[in-house]
Structures are given as C-alpha cells and as structure tokens.
C-alpha cells in the first residue's frame, strides 16, 4: 500500500514537473504578452459626507466637502499576459504633487445645534469656504482577468473581473468664504444663511487648512465588447457593476485641532463604462485612443474623531451621542463621480 502511494506520488510529481516542457512546446502563438504605456486626464470630484439620524427620524447632512480632481493627470504603465484566450493583466498609475481644482466645505450649523429643528431650517447652509485643492500623492494598482469569446472574425466579447487599490492624499489650501454669525440668530431663533447680507462675515483663510487621506480597495465584474471597424481600427466599449468597496478616511481639520476616522464597507455601490478606439500601426504597434466613466453612489459607514494628531486606532471615538433619552447617530459618506480621456500605445510581443 506504502510502494503504491509512493509510485502514486512520483508519478504526479513527474507530470507536474514535465508541466514546464509541455509549455515550452506548446505553440508560440497560443503565448500572448503586451506593454502598454497611457497618459490620462482625469476629471473628478470626491464627495465627503457627515450625516446625523436622530432616533428613527430623516437622516440630515451636517457637514458636506467636495474635493475636485480638475485636471489631473495620471500617467499609467500596464502589462498583460495570456494563453489563447485568457487574458491576465496588472497596471500602476501615479500622480505628480499638483493643484487640482478646488474644494468646497459647507456647513449646516444648526443640525448640530438644535439637532431637533424642523427640515425648513435644517436645510439652511450657515457656513461656506472654498480653497485650493493639491494633490500630494496619488497611487493606484489594479489587476484585470478576461476571457475572449470570438463570436465571428470581427466582433468578440470578455466578460472580465477587476480588483484595484488606491491611495491618495489632498489638501485644502487657503481659501476664502462666509460664515454667517454664532453669536446672532433669525427672529425664529435660528442661524440664518452664510450669505446673509447683514449678519454674516467673510473669512480668509492662509495655510494648510485641511487635508484628506483615503484608502479605497474596489472589486468590479462586466464584459467588453470588440469590434473590428476596418483591418487597422477597431472599437470596444466596456461596463462594470461594482461588487464591493471598503474606504478608510482620514479628514484633518488643521485649523481647529480635530481629526476624523471614516470607514466604509458596502456592496454594489457603483458602475462604469468607457469607450475606446484602437489604431494597428503595425502587427505589433498600436495606438489607443479612449475615455471612461466611473460612478460611486453615496456610500454610507462609521465615523470616529479625536483631538490627537497622527492618533492610533484605538484613540478615535465614535462621533455619536446620547441627548435627553434620544441616539444621535452620526455617520459619514463618501462619493465619487470621474471622466477620463487617454492617449496609449501598446506594443504586443507576441
């Protein structure tokens, strides 16, 4: 029994190792590898969320940032292997330290004053700012698999899996604005708007005011479709659901000393679609002419604060409160909404 386990084994490991020989002679043709090298303007804006439920009652916006991504300019560097049919790809893109656009905080003053106040003045914006937005690093990795269906000789389809991780950090430089005053309230007895002609100041703002780091891992499923135009041109266009996204936050308010945790976990959560056109300067060489466009909705998760910089963990505190028998649930939110426009070349060796 031993002797034939032992002759069991050898003959597997054998086959396993002779796996490497088979491949060598395998057709070159069914080997397939490409380098491809993109410049990409982006133009996006990230959303950034700070939301209030009292009890069971309407979730109500306490504080909302928009951090624009206009331009930006990412360049990217992609392999891709395959066998046949089956295509594996992995990509990298950086941004260089750059402004970017700007960025807008609001401020709804008297959801956190008088958490109870009827919609009419819960929706009043108290306070407003705007700034520079720079970017001081930018990074993302992703990974693709495809499997190409030829349908007939000039139309194909992939139905494709997608993985990516990004890691940014921005910040809000200077900027000016109004807030309407604390010390003053409407004859209802609340805070007006920040643009109230009488009881509202402008602010100037100098330095770093605040900054926001995010970590954001993607999965995404969807197709593509390739279509042959003429022998050099050719058209795909591609889609993807978002099957889940997990975002950690770190929003710093440099200004006032205090320090935000978010935290996001969620599941379908968005789409994207692009449309390309590719361009056979030779058999190897081609050109890549595409754009894209991505979409997060409003996802939704915890939100931690502290008074220590670069604090630990375990010292943010969760931002939610009991007031006279009633939970004021605080959570937070983040979206994304982007365009972006890409010039490539690839060069396939085989």
Same mark, same amino acid.
């Given at each position: ?6 002759? %069991? ?7 396993? #190792? ?10 070159? !043709? ?41 331009? /930006? ?24 330290? $750059? ?26 914006? $108290? ?10 690093? &930018?990074?993302? /990795? ?20 997608? =993985? ?35 009881? !509202? ?15 954001? /891992? %993607? ?25 889940? $996204? ?12 205090? &320090? ?17 056109? !590719? ?6 060489? %081609?050109? =890549? /002419? ?15 604060? $502290? %008074?220590?910089?670069?604090? !630990? ?5 969760? #931002? ?9 649930? #605080? ?7 982007? =365009? ?11």
């Amino acid at each position: 029994m031993v002797k034939s386990s032992i002759k %069991t084994f050898l003959l597997v490991l054998l086959s396993v #190792c002779m796996l490497p020989a088979q491949v060598l002679y395998a057709e070159a !043709s069914d080997f397939h590898f490409a380098v491809e090298a993109d410049a990409t303007v982006r133009f996006a804006e990230q959303g950034e969320y700070v939301f209030m439920t009292i009890g069971s009652g309407v979730r109500r916006t306490l504080s909302y940032l928009e951090w624009e991504q206009k331009p /930006f300019f990412v360049p990217k560097a992609k392999v891709t292997a395959g066998w046949k049919n089956l295509y594996l790809s992995a990509s990298a893109r950086a941004a260089l330290p $750059t402004r970017c656009g700007s960025v807008f905080d609001s401020d709804w003053m008297n959801v956190t004053r008088f958490p109870n106040c009827a919609d009419e003045y819960a929706h009043i914006k $108290t306070n407003y700012t705007e700034s520079d937005c720079k970017t001081n690093y &930018y990074y993302e /990795f992703g990974g693709e698999l495809s499997y190409k269906f030829k349908v007939t000789d000039k139309f194909a389809f992939s139905p494709t899996a997608e =993985i990516s991780y990004v890691h940014s950090y921005f910040s809000a430089i200077g900027g000016s604005g109004s807030y309407y005053n604390s010390n003053q309230y409407e004859p209802n007895g609340y805070y007006g708007y920040y643009n109230d002609e009488e009881n !509202s100041h402008d602010v100037e703002i100098s330095g770093e005011a605040l900054s926001l780091e995010r970590v954001i /891992f %993607t999965a995404w499923l969807g197709g593509r479709f390739d279509m042959g135009i003429t022998p050099k041109v050719s058209m795909g266009f591609s889609f993807a659901v978002n099957l889940w $996204t997990f975002a950690q936050s770190l929003d710093s308010h440099l200004l006032t000393g205090a &320090y935000y945790l978010d935290e996001f976990d969620d599941y379908f959560g968005g789409l994207k679609a692009g449309v390309d056109f !590719s361009y056979n300067a030779t058999k190897k060489d %081609t050109l =890549i /002419f595409a754009a894209q466009w991505l979409g997060l909705k409003t996802l939704e998760g915890t939100t931690k604060s $502290t %008074t220590i910089e670069n604090a !630990s963990y375990d010292d943010y505190m969760d #931002c939610s409160y009991w007031e006279n028998g009633t939970f004021h649930k #605080c959570t937070s939110g983040f979206d994304v909404n982007s =365009i972006e426009f890409t010039i490539g070349y690839r060069h396939t060796f085989n």
